[in-house]
C-alpha cells in the first residue's frame, strides 16, 4: 500500500462497494445493480439476482473480492452525457431510474465493472487494505425503501483502516450478540413479539412491566418535584389537528393510515406535542403561570418499516417520556438549564457516562424537511438559546447540520450502543413555530397577549427503548434497585423450608423483592437457574444457617461472600436499594 497520503476511510468504504459490485458481476451475471453507499462501519450494495444467493455465499464472494484487490485495479470518473448514459445502462433498470434525477451524469470505470456514481473513489485498488474488510451479512431491501417496489438483496460489509481494528470491532460485535436485548428479554421473561397482534408491537411480561413500572414511577417522581404537572392525552385525534401541527405535512409517511369515524379522519397519534397544545389552550395563561411544565407518558404509534424493526429499540408502538414546556422568553434559558441537571441527575442514578451533546440545527437547503420555513431570524434566535445554554454550563458539544426536526433546532444527547452505533437517547428541542400554529398565548406584564416559547423535552426518550439500551449496557445483570426479584431463597432441603418461610417474611416486610427457588431440582441446578435469571442474591440455608439465624450469600458478580446474619444482610440490601448502588 502507498505509504503517500492515505485515502479516507469513507472513501475506501465506497470504493470497497464497487469492488463487492464487481466481483457480484462476475459470479452472477446478468444481475441488476442498486446503490452501494458507503454507511458506519462499512458498506452495502442492492443487487437483484437473477437467482437467489445465501449468506453461505459470503465467503466465495470475498474470496473474488480480494483477488479484485490484487490486481491494482485504477478507478477512473468520466463525464457522460445522458442519452450515451442511458444506451449504457439499458439493461440496468435500477440505474435508469436514478438517471432520470442527475442533471450531470459521471460514471466510476474500475475494471470491467462501470457504475453510474458521483464519487469520491481510491485511485486504485492498492490503496485499500485487503485484511481490513469483511462481508457480514445478507438482508431484504426494497428498492428506495418503498414498500410498492421489487425486493433486493442487500450484502452488508465492514471495512477498516488495518486489521486489527477489523478484529477488534468482530469480537465487539460478538459480545454484543450475547447481550442482544432482544435474546436477553427472551431469555429473562420480560417481553415478547406476536405476529398476531402485528410486527413491531411488543408485549409487556409481568416481569419485564414490572422493571419497566419502577422506570416510570422514577421519572414520575423526578419530574413531580422538578415541578411537572402530569397529564393523560387520547391516543388518537382528528385529521385537523395533525394539518395544525405540520405532522401531515412532515411525517405522514410514517403514520398509519386514517380510521373513518363518522365521516370524519382519525389518526393514531404519532407524537403527543399537538395533544399537549390543546390541554395548554384550555384556558387562556397569565405569564405568573409559566414555565407551564406538562409531562406525560405518552403511547404513540409509528408506521416504521418493517426492515427497520429491532425489538424495543425500534418499534412500530412505545411510550414516550414526554414533557412540553411553556415559556416566556425570559425564562427561557433557565427551564433550559434546569432540564439539563434533570437529565444529568437521572443518568447519574442510572450509572450511564459515556455520552456526549449535540446541537442540531437546520440545512436550510433541504427545502423538504425545511421549506416552509419563513424566519429565519427566529430560527437564529432558538439557536442561539440553545447555544448559549450550552458554553454557559461548560458542556461540551458538537454541532450538527441537517439535524433539527421540522420546528426547530435542538440538544440531542448522544451515546453508542453496544455495537458501537451511535444513537439519540434524549432530547431538548426549543420551539417558537407551535404557538402560532396553535394559536397559544398568555397575558404579560402590560396585559398583552404573547405567544409561549415551547420547549419539547424527553430525559428518557422512550421507555421502551431505553429498557432496551439498559439491559444491553448491563448484559441484562441490572441494579439492585431496578431487578424484579432482588433475593433467591434456596434452602438445601425440606427441614429448613420453614426458615426460608421466615426470611422471606422477613424480606418483605423489609420492601425487598424476594421468592423461595422451588425444590424440584437439584440444589446445584437452583443456584445456576437463579444464577441464569441474573438476581442479584442468592441466599442457601441449611442447618447450619437455621441454627444461627444467618444466610449464606452468594452476590452477583462477586460469588460466594460467607455466611452473614439475617439482619446484617437485610441491612446491607436496604441501603444498596436507597443509594441505587
Request: glycine share 6%; net charge neutral.
Given at each position: 500500500m502507498?505509504?503517500?497520503?492515505?485515502?479516507?476511510?469513507?472513501?475506501i468504504r465506497?470504493?470497497?462497494?464497487?469492488?463487492?459490485?464487481f466481483?457480484?458481476?462476475?459470479?452472477?451475471?446478468?444481475?441488476?445493480f442498486g446503490?452501494?453507499?458507503?454507511?458506519?462501519?462499512?458498506?452495502?450494495?442492492?443487487?437483484?439476482?437473477?437467482?437467489?444467493?445465501?449468506?453461505n455465499?459470503?465467503?466465495?464472494?470475498e474470496?473474488?473480492?480480494?483477488?479484485l484487490?490484487?490486481?491494482?485495479?485504477?478507478?477512473r470518473?468520466k463525464?457522460i452525457?445522458?442519452?450515451e448514459?442511458?444506451?449504457f445502462?439499458?439493461?440496468?433498470p435500477?440505474?435508469l431510474?436514478?438517471?432520470?434525477?442527475v442533471?450531470?451524469?459521471?460514471?466510476?470505470?474500475?475494471?470491467?465493472?462501470?457504475?453510474?456514481?458521483?464519487?469520491?473513489?481510491?485511485?486504485?485498488?492498492?490503496e485499500?487494505?485487503?485484511?481490513?474488510?469483511?462481508?457480514?451479512?445478507?438482508?431484504?431491501?426494497?428498492?428506495?425503501?418503498s414498500?410498492?417496489n421489487?425486493?433486493?438483496?442487500r450484502?452488508?460489509g465492514?471495512?477498516f483502516?488495518?486489521k486489527?481494528?477489523?478484529?477488534?470491532?468482530?469480537?465487539?460485535?460478538?459480545?454484543a450478540?450475547?447481550?442482544?436485548?432482544?435474546?436477553?428479554?427472551?431469555?429473562?421473561?420480560?417481553f415478547?413479539?406476536?405476529?398476531?397482534?402485528?410486527?413491531?408491537?411488543?408485549?409487556?411480561?409481568?416481569k419485564?412491566?414490572?422493571?419497566?413500572?419502577l422506570?416510570?414511577?422514577?421519572?414520575?417522581?423526578?419530574?413531580k418535584?422538578?415541578?411537572y404537572?402530569?397529564?393523560?392525552t387520547?391516543?388518537?385525534?382528528?385529521?385537523e389537528?395533525?394539518?395544525?401541527?405540520?405532522?401531515?405535512?412532515?411525517?405522514?409517511?410514517?403514520?398509519?393510515?386514517?380510521?373513518?369515524?363518522e365521516?370524519?379522519?382519525y389518526?393514531?397519534?404519532?407524537m403527543?406535542?399537538?395533544?399537549?397544545?390543546?390541554?395548554?389552550?384550555?384556558?387562556?395563561?397569565?405569564?405568573?403561570e409559566?414555565?407551564?411544565?406538562l409531562?406525560?407518558f405518552?403511547?404513540?404509534?409509528?408506521?416504521?418499516?418493517?426492515?427497520?424493526l429491532?425489538?424495543?429499540?425500534?418499534?412500530?408502538?412505545?411510550?414516550?417520556?414526554d414533557?412540553?414546556?411553556?415559556?416566556?422568553?425570559?425564562?427561557?434559558?433557565?427551564?433550559?438549564?434546569?432540564?439539563l441537571d434533570?437529565f444529568k441527575?437521572?443518568?447519574?442514578?442510572?450509572?450511564?457516562?459515556?455520552?456526549w451533546?449535540r446541537?442540531?440545527?437546520?440545512?436550510?437547503k433541504?427545502?423538504?424537511?425545511?421549506g416552509?420555513?419563513?424566519?429565519?431570524?427566529?430560527?437564529?434566535?432558538e439557536?442561539?438559546?440553545l447555544?448559549?445554554?450550552?458554553?454557559k454550563?461548560?458542556?461540551k458539544?458538537?454541532?450538527?447540520e441537517?439535524?433539527?426536526?421540522?420546528?426547530?433546532?435542538k440538544?440531542?444527547?448522544?451515546?453508542?450502543?453496544?455495537?458501537?452505533k451511535?444513537?439519540?437517547?434524549a432530547?431538548?428541542?426549543?420551539?417558537?413555530?407551535?404557538?402560532?400554529?396553535?394559536?397559544?398565548?398568555?397575558?404579560?406584564?402590560?396585559g398583552?397577549?404573547?405567544?409561549?416559547?415551547?420547549?419539547?423535552?424527553?430525559?428518557?426518550g422512550?421507555?421502551d427503548?431505553?429498557?432496551?439500551?439498559?439491559?444491553?449496557?448491563?448484559?441484562?445483570n441490572?441494579?439492585?434497585?431496578?431487578s424484579?426479584?432482588?433475593?433467591?431463597?434456596i434452602?438445601?432441603?425440606?427441614s429448613?423450608s420453614?426458615?426460608?418461610k421466615?426470611i422471606?417474611k422477613?424480606?418483605?416486610?423489609a420492601?425487598?423483592?424476594?421468592?423461595?427457588?422451588?425444590?424440584?431440582m437439584?440444589?446445584?441446578?437452583?443456584?445456576?437457574?437463579?444464577?441464569?435469571?441474573?438476581?442479584p442474591?442468592?441466599?442457601?440455608?441449611?442447618?447450619?444457617?437455621?441454627?444461627?439465624?444467618?444466610v449464606?450469600?452468594?452476590?452477583?458478580?462477586k460469588?460466594?461472600?460467607?455466611?452473614?446474619?439475617?439482619?446484617?444482610?437485610?441491612?446491607?440490601?436496604?441501603i444498596?436499594?436507597?443509594?441505587?448502588g
Amino acid at each position: 500500500m502507498d505509504k503517500g497520503k492515505q485515502p479516507d476511510i469513507e472513501t475506501i468504504r465506497h470504493s470497497l462497494a464497487h469492488i463487492l459490485a464487481f466481483a457480484v458481476q462476475d459470479l452472477w451475471p446478468g444481475t441488476k445493480f442498486g446503490i452501494g453507499p458507503a454507511i458506519e462501519n462499512g458498506f452495502y450494495y442492492d443487487f437483484g439476482f437473477p437467482s437467489p444467493i445465501s449468506e453461505n455465499d459470503l465467503p466465495k464472494i470475498e474470496k473474488k473480492m480480494r483477488e479484485l484487490l490484487a490486481k491494482n485495479i485504477e478507478f477512473r470518473i468520466k463525464n457522460i452525457e445522458y442519452e450515451e448514459a442511458k444506451k449504457f445502462f439499458k439493461n440496468q433498470p435500477y440505474k435508469l431510474e436514478l438517471l432520470d434525477q442527475v442533471k450531470q451524469p459521471t460514471v466510476y470505470e474500475s475494471g470491467k465493472f462501470i457504475d453510474l456514481c458521483a464519487g469520491p473513489h481510491v485511485k486504485s485498488t492498492k490503496e485499500i487494505p485487503a485484511e481490513g474488510f469483511k462481508l457480514t451479512k445478507t438482508a431484504g431491501a426494497y428498492w428506495r425503501g418503498s414498500e410498492k417496489n421489487p425486493m433486493l438483496t442487500r450484502i452488508y460489509g465492514v471495512a477498516f483502516a488495518t486489521k486489527k481494528e477489523l478484529e477488534d470491532y468482530l469480537i465487539m460485535q460478538k459480545e454484543a450478540e450475547k447481550n442482544d436485548h432482544r435474546i436477553l428479554g427472551e431469555k429473562l421473561g420480560l417481553f415478547m413479539f406476536d405476529e398476531k397482534i402485528g410486527k413491531g408491537l411488543p408485549l409487556w411480561l409481568p416481569k419485564g412491566y414490572f422493571i419497566r413500572h419502577l422506570l416510570e414511577e422514577y421519572m414520575y417522581n423526578a419530574e413531580k418535584e422538578a415541578g411537572y404537572l402530569h397529564i393523560s392525552t387520547p391516543i388518537l385525534a382528528k385529521e385537523e389537528l395533525y394539518k395544525t401541527s405540520g405532522h401531515l405535512a412532515h411525517y405522514k409517511d410514517e403514520m398509519y393510515s386514517p380510521i373513518e369515524i363518522e365521516n370524519e379522519k382519525y389518526y393514531l397519534r404519532p407524537m403527543n406535542c399537538p395533544h399537549h397544545h390543546s390541554v395548554y389552550k384550555h384556558a387562556l395563561k397569565s405569564y405568573k403561570e409559566l414555565p407551564l411544565r406538562l409531562a406525560e407518558f405518552g403511547n404513540v404509534y409509528r408506521y416504521e418499516k418493517s426492515g427497520v424493526l429491532t425489538g424495543l429499540m425500534r418499534t412500530r408502538g412505545f411510550t414516550q417520556n414526554d414533557a412540553h414546556i411553556y415559556a416566556t422568553p425570559e425564562t427561557l434559558e433557565n427551564e433550559i438549564i434546569g432540564i439539563l441537571d434533570l437529565f444529568k441527575k437521572t443518568y447519574e442514578d442510572f450509572k450511564i457516562e459515556d455520552y456526549w451533546f449535540r446541537l442540531s440545527l437546520p440545512d436550510f437547503k433541504d427545502k423538504e424537511k425545511y421549506g416552509d420555513i419563513d424566519n429565519k431570524d427566529m430560527w437564529e434566535k432558538e439557536i442561539e438559546a440553545l447555544r448559549r445554554v450550552l458554553i454557559k454550563t461548560k458542556i461540551k458539544f458538537a454541532e450538527a447540520e441537517g439535524e433539527a426536526s421540522f420546528y426547530g433546532p435542538k440538544i440531542d444527547i448522544q451515546i453508542k450502543d453496544i455495537r458501537g452505533k451511535e444513537d439519540t437517547i434524549a432530547t431538548v428541542q426549543v420551539d417558537y413555530y407551535s404557538a402560532n400554529k396553535f394559536d397559544l398565548a398568555y397575558i404579560d406584564e402590560k396585559g398583552e397577549k404573547k405567544p409561549p416559547v415551547i420547549i419539547h423535552r424527553a430525559i428518557l426518550g422512550s421507555f421502551d427503548r431505553f429498557f432496551a439500551f439498559l439491559l444491553e449496557k448491563t448484559a441484562g445483570n441490572l441494579p439492585l434497585w431496578l431487578s424484579s426479584i432482588q433475593v433467591e431463597i434456596i434452602n438445601i432441603g425440606e427441614s429448613q423450608s420453614e426458615y426460608a418461610k421466615d426470611i422471606l417474611k422477613q424480606l418483605k416486610e423489609a420492601d425487598i423483592r424476594a421468592e423461595i427457588a422451588k425444590e424440584d431440582m437439584t440444589l446445584g441446578k437452583r443456584i445456576r437457574e437463579a444464577e441464569m435469571q441474573k438476581i442479584p442474591y442468592i441466599l442457601v440455608v441449611g442447618d447450619k444457617e437455621v441454627k444461627t439465624k444467618s444466610v449464606s450469600v452468594r452476590q452477583r458478580g462477586k460469588g460466594d461472600l460467607g455466611q452473614i446474619k439475617l439482619e446484617k444482610f437485610i441491612k446491607k440490601v436496604k441501603i444498596e436499594i436507597e443509594t441505587k448502588g
